[in-house]
């Protein structure tokens, strides 16, 4: 247990779904992060949050959008995904307002698979 | 543009040493970290080295050359549950985070 859960743990939708991730953390910190983990390839980051305002936006999809109603909660918001956006989903956060030298504590993520 | 390298996969046997290789090229380098993901679980923390030189923590020691933008990671006394991906990840001079594919470990017995 890293102190930071995500739900559901599998998804399976269709393209025309709308669906959300969820993730909280349960240690203080004020930075939080989306990542999506595809086989075989680095870690791509989404979004992060800082004090609940977003400072990154990879250049992500407009399908994807995320929402950080408070320092502990980050949602992924999906809709009219496509198949090569089947992949796992990680939710990380951090101390020092997203600092780069701190850990990140990540969650288990939920595996995506769109159809 | 920025790169992280490191072998897709090894295999070492249950008591020996096993060293896992990270070269980096990126613009700019505030810190490389190392971490372990147990497949189907979260990627955890073990270590992280901003100056050159080898930092040990139990069986696993990490080592840092800037100049010749390498790091490795030293497994010893290796053990069935060490079997996992390590993933190395260098932050850049815009504090970007940037992650390597990660390097499966097998452990045999």
């Known amino acids: 247990e890293t102190g930071v859960t995500q739900t559901p743990r599998h998804l399976v939708m269709g393209m025309t779904n709308k669906k959300s991730l969820k993730c909280e953390q349960h240690l203080g910190h004020n930075a939080m992060y989306w990542y999506k983990q595809s086989a075989k390839k680095p870690l791509e980051l989404m979004f992060v949050y800082s004090l609940e305002e977003r400072v990154e936006n990879n250049s992500v999809p407009s399908r994807f959008s995320p929402e950080c109603p408070n320092s502990s909660h980050l949602f992924l918001h999906l809709h009219t995904l496509q198949p090569e956006d089947s992949a796992l989903y990680l939710c990380?956060?951090?101390?020092?307002?997203?600092?780069?030298?701190?850990?990140?504590?990540f969650g288990p993520g939920t595996r995506l698979t769109v159809l | 543009g920025q790169n992280i390298d490191q072998p897709t996969e090894m295999t070492a046997t249950e008591g020996a040493i096993v060293q896992i290789n990270c070269t980096y090229q990126t613009s700019g380098f505030n810190g490389l970290f190392w971490y372990q993901q147990h497949a189907g679980e979260a990627p955890t923390f073990l270590s992280y080295n901003v100056l050159d030189g080898l930092e040990e923590k139990g069986r696993f020691s990490s080592f840092l050359s800037r100049s010749k933008g390498y790091s490795y990671l030293l497994l010893k006394e290796l053990q069935m549950k060490d079997s996992a991906s390590y993933l190395c990840?260098?932050?850049?001079?815009?504090?970007?985070?940037?992650w390597g594919a990660g390097t499966k470990l097998i452990i045999k017995p």
């Open positions: 990840a260098v932050t850049d001079s815009n504090y970007q985070l940037i």
């Open positions: 990380a956060s951090s101390q020092g307002g997203g600092d780069p030298w701190n850990e990140q504590f």
